[in-house]
């Protein structure tokens, strides 16, 4: 496996990206794993490890970058009223799709250079605070973005302009929504109401329940870690990934 970091030039700075792919056999399809709201870790790191392995170029870009090199949290930015979160929190309530969309410019004009990147169609999938990221790109970018999954995405439905429930219409590739059945943040009214725009946009993909999970079971570090659940967004991703970019 090659692995690297490099500072990815987008208009508002430097957005430090974590890249990986084969050693062997390229160049590899294209995907961007993004964030949470807890940040850049290991355990992100080591999920965009795993779709190296089966022969994607993967890049974890920073999407915090604009506040700073600061922005890599402790373990504790998970419990509630700490220092960390409480720093953590003050960076991710800036947070706005529109922005966002302009670093997914930067890195498709980044992977069109990269000589492990194979020239097409990429893929996107966020978790939490980016599953509305990673539909949003589908939307904005449909000739670019083939394969687009939100897992336990934040507020999919909103009164925002941007919103990701207003824009499924306009993606031309195949989106995957995961939602857990226990999550604060994604409540069952609101998938419910996301379903219907879903169905309604006519989009060829497919909008998941996981019952009996709470939001973040994919992540092996999080109190509730659900390893069946975790292996079965595996395999929607990658299967995901093998229809829209190979």
């Not at 922005?71 to 930015?77: A, C, E, L, N, S």
Request: glycine share 8%; with cysteine.
């Amino acid at each position: 496996m090659i692995e690297q970091t490099l500072d990815i030039s987008t208009k508002d700075g430097a957005m430090e990206t974590f890249i990986c792919h084969p050693d062997r056999g390229g160049p590899f399809p294209a995907v961007f794993l993004l964030m949470d709201a807890p940040g850049i870790r290991e355990e992100l790191r080591d999920m965009a490890r795993r779709l190296g392995t089966v022969g994607y170029t993967a890049l974890l870009p920073n999407l915090y970058y604009r506040a700073g090199r600061d922005t890599i949290y402790g373990p504790d930015v998970l419990e509630k009223g700490s220092a960390e979160q409480q720093r953590m929190r003050a960076v991710r309530t800036k947070m706005t799709i529109p922005p966002v969309m302009d670093d997914i410019a930067s890195l498709l004009a980044f992977v069109d250079e990269h000589a492990a990147v194979k020239r097409g169609p990429v893929g996107a999938h966020g978790y939490c605070m980016s599953g509305p990221y990673a539909l949003a790109a589908a939307a904005r970018y449909p000739d670019r973005v083939a394969a687009a999954a939100s897992f336990y995405g934040t507020w999919l439905v909103s009164d925002a302009a941007e919103s990701p429930h207003l824009t499924l219409g306009k993606a031309k590739g195949e989106l995957y929504i995961a939602c857990a059945e226990h999550d604060d943040l994604a409540p069952l009214p609101m998938v419910d109401e996301l379903r219907g725009q879903f169905d309604h946009s006519g989009n060829p993909g497919e909008l998941e329940m996981y019952p009996a999970v709470h939001h973040g079971f994919a992540f092996p570090q999080r109190w509730c870690y659900d390893k069946p659940a975790a292996e079965r967004h595996w395999e929607r991703l990658i299967a995901l990934y093998r229809r829209r970019l190979e």
